[in-house]
T-cell receptor
Framework: KAGVTQTPRYLIKTRGQQVTLSCSPISGHRSVSWYQQTPGQGLQFLFEYFSETQRNKGNFPGRFSGRQFSNSRSEMNVSTLELGDSALYLC?????????FGQGTRLTVV | AQKVTQAQTEISVVEKEDVTLDCVYETRDTTYYLFWYKQPPSGELVFLIR??????QNEISGRYSWNFQKSTSSFNFTITASQVVDSAVYFC?????????????FGKGTSLLVTP
């Protein structure tokens, strides 16, 4: 099976802009989760989608949103970007309890 | 609230040495899952092992072994005969059994450097 695919791998945006990140899960996996990784805060859970419904949400502002499509692919959107949003954004897909991660999208906000 | 503590920030060993990575967790749930992930420089988190809260049997898988002790809330991970390719950041994570999903709560990570 192909692994979790995240696009793009790298992204540079300007403060105030918005960005959309994409994640294609492992075939057959219906759960997709998103995590933010920064040097200061470490790995933090953003949200999880299952069968197109958000099932769980971490402690992030409303600027962070996501959605999942019928083919289980997921997108994450960050609006009104701030410098502090610079991070590695990791997507994970899951069939049971083990989560398998993609290589991430490294977002730099300037 | 859940909490995962990895007290070791960085560890440096010489190839072929054994190395143990420590993990201590806090949770009020009786059913939970513990994980170890490896993050090489490429950035991808690689799943290594999972342990259920109701199964304290310790196992060995190749050069990896783990020691899960509920009495001390610890889930330590050992690499035997370390190799240079083991150099990475290792994360311990905790997930509760929840109808609202399996959000992973990660520790801060331990950076392991294995030198020839």
């Amino acid at each position: 099976k192909a692994g979790v695919t995240q696009t793009p791998r790298y992204l540079i945006k300007t403060r105030g802009q918005q960005v959309t990140l994409s994640c294609s899960p492992i075939s057959g996996h219906r759960s997709v989760s998103w995590y933010q990784q920064t040097p200061g805060q470490g790995l933090q859970f953003l949200f999880e989608y299952f069968s197109e419904t958000q099932r769980n949400k971490g402690n992030f502002p409303g600027r962070f949103s996501g959605r999942q499509f019928s083919n289980s692919r997921s997108e994450m959107n960050v609006s009104t970007l701030e410098l502090g949003d610079s991070a590695l954004y990791l997507c994970a897909s899951r069939e049971s309890t083990e989560a398998f991660f993609g290589q991430g999208t490294r977002l730099t906000v300037v | 609230a859940q909490k995962v503590t990895q007290a070791q920030t960085e560890i440096s060993v010489v190839e072929k040495e054994d190395v143990t990575l420590d993990c201590v967790y806090e949770t009020r749930d009786t059913t939970y899952y513990l994980f170890w992930y490896k993050q090489p420089p490429s950035g991808e988190l690689v799943f290594l092992i999972r342990r259920n809260s109701f199964d304290e049997q310790n196992e060995i898988s190749g050069r990896y072994s783990w020691n899960f002790q509920k009495s001390t809330s610890s889930f330590n991970f050992t690499i035997t005969a370390s190799q240079v390719v083991d150099s990475a950041v290792y994360f311990c994570a905790l997930s509760e059994n929840s109808n609202s999903g399996y959000a992973l709560n990660f520790g801060k990570g331990t950076s392991l450097l294995v030198t020839p």
